[in-house]
């Protein structure tokens, strides 16, 4: 998450806190957040995809080395005038307690919205507003953007394609792997570009791997 705001704010983007769900232990377990600026999406999607880090943990008293994966989905919101059916009869919607950092609402309210669209098992939350109405009316938002996107995969026959990007997390299906014990490397699998300040990476650098993977799919939509 921080290599990602760090990015955002380099590129010049906005990036708003949409839901946030701590760690068992530590760290996030999910987050949701909602990009803005010029161009957002189209450089955000070469993201899309399972990350892989190694390094020594943190929370091992023996320094061990671990591998710990992260699955990045990256979504278009789209305009109120495109044609999304959604029955309400098909929306499973709960309410509860904001649990990430934020005002004085946080934790005092159940504002906090969740939505399941039970046909496709699509599960979409919303805490960042006030009210619990503003949270439903930016939930019912991702959970259309989500839809389209899905129809469009159906359209095009190609869900495996276009999932296998992100793939399961777990071994061999990472589009990009970050190395920092016993020698700091990351690398993207897909453009074989790779970069060896790995903290300059996750502080933000991003950029290139980026336009390494846009040029790749430029040349192969060309070719």
Request: overall charge positive; aromatic content about 8%.
């Amino acid at each position: 998450m921080r290599m990602y705001r760090r990015y955002c704010e380099d590129r010049g983007f906005t990036i708003e806190v949409m839901e946030f769900q701590p760690g068992d232990e530590a760290g996030i377990k999910r987050i949701t957040f909602l990009v803005s600026g010029p161009f957002a999406y189209g450089y955000m999607k070469a993201e899309r995809g399972v990350h892989r880090l190694v390094r020594i943990s943190p929370f091992d008293s023996n320094k061990r080395r671990h591998t710990s994966f992260a699955a990045l989905d990256v979504v278009a919101e789209i305009s109120e005038d495109v044609d999304v059916t959604i029955d309400e009869n098909d929306l499973k919607i709960d309410t509860y307690r904001s649990s990430g950092a934020g005002g004085q609402h946080v934790n005092t309210t159940d504002s906090a919205v969740r939505i399941t669209h039970v046909p496709s098992g699509i599960i979409v939350a919303c805490q960042a507003e006030r009210s619990q109405h503003a949270n439903r009316m930016k939930a019912m938002k991702m959970l259309r953007a989500q839809l389209y996107e899905k129809l469009m995969d159906q359209k095009r026959r190609s869900m495996e394609k276009f999932y296998g990007e992100k793939g399961d997390i777990s071994w061999g299906n990472q589009i990009r792997s970050y190395v920092l014990q016993p020698y700091t490397l990351v690398k993207d699998h897909r453009t074989e570009f790779e970069i060896g300040n790995a903290q300059a990476v996750l502080n933000g650098e991003i950029h290139p791997f980026v336009e390494a993977y846009l040029k790749k799919r430029a040349q192969e939509s060309k070719g």
